[in-house]
T-cell receptor
Framework: GQSLEQPSEVTAVEGAIVQINCTYQ??????LSWYQQHDGGAPTFLSY????GLEETGRFSSFLSRSDSYGYLLLQELQMKDSASYFC??????????FGKGTRLHILP | DTGVSQDPRHKITKRGQNVTFRCDPI?????LYWYRQTLGQGPEFLTY????????KSRLLSDRFSAERPKGSFSTLEIQRTEQGDSAMYLC???????????????FGPGTRLLVL
């Protein structure tokens, strides 16, 4: 079947850099997306990789390597407000979008 | 642009009852998605529409679930004969399809939290 694997939790220090990995087992998909969700809130879009390589959007960057079935989200200059859950998601050819279980990011002052 | 709205925000029902949720997408968006999310999990795809056509439906979705988008604008999700396992957050998202396939940003609503007693 198709699945996405992410670490369940990551802890980092305010001001530091953190990388959240996503490995997947799915064949034929359009791209990898990342979403942020604060407790009690709705997911919000962060980044999309349709092609291999790095995409940068402000403090957030995302990377995709289809040959390695791997992607990551990189958060720089961490702020306390970045404490949230982060989900990777793929859109397979049948458009039945698959989300990972999410990585809860804890930020220490 | 007022964003995606969902109604109600919370619903408590007894097992066996029917419930209906409504989603109003961003007005110019042609795609509308329904997801279910339980605590500690990612959103789980249920179904999606392009305009008024329901294009895909999860194999996990039982016959008790039905969704409509009659005029290609708002959508409803109905659950018949609710079960305790249906308790979850039901999320709606909309997007504008076009351009590079797959690169469509989904905008999520605040969700409807369902509790089945």
């Amino acid at each position: 079947g198709q699945s996405l694997e992410q670490p369940s939790e990551v802890t980092a220090v305010e001001g530091a850099i953190v990388q959240i990995n996503c490995t997947y087992q799915t064949s034929g998909f359009y791209g990898l997306s990342w979403y942020q969700q604060h407790d009690g809130g709705a997911p919000t879009f962060l980044s999309y990789n349709g092609l291999d390589g790095l995409e940068e959007t402000g403090r957030f960057s995302s990377f995709l390597s289809r040959s390695d079935s791997y992607g990551y989200l990189l958060l720089q200059e961490l702020q306390m407000k970045d404490s949230a859950s982060y989900f990777c998601a793929v859109r397979p050819r049948d458009d039945k979008i698959i989300f990972g279980k999410g990585t809860r990011l804890h930020i220490l002052p | 642009d007022t964003g995606v709205s969902q109604d109600p925000r919370h619903k408590i029902t007894k097992r066996g009852q029917n419930v209906t949720f409504r989603c109003d997408p961003i007005s110019e968006h042609n795609r509308l998605y329904w997801y279910r999310q339980t605590l500690g999990q990612g959103p789980e795809f249920l179904t999606y529409f392009q305009n008024e056509a329901q294009l895909e439906k999860s194999r996990l979705l039982s016959d008790r679930f039905s969704a409509e988008r009659p005029k290609g604008s708002f959508s409803t999700l109905e659950i018949q004969r609710t079960e305790q396992g249906d308790s979850a957050m039901y999320l709606c998202a909309s997007s504008l399809a076009g351009g590079q396939r797959g690169q469509e940003t989904q905008y999520f609503g605040p969700g409807t939290r369902l509790l089945v007693l």
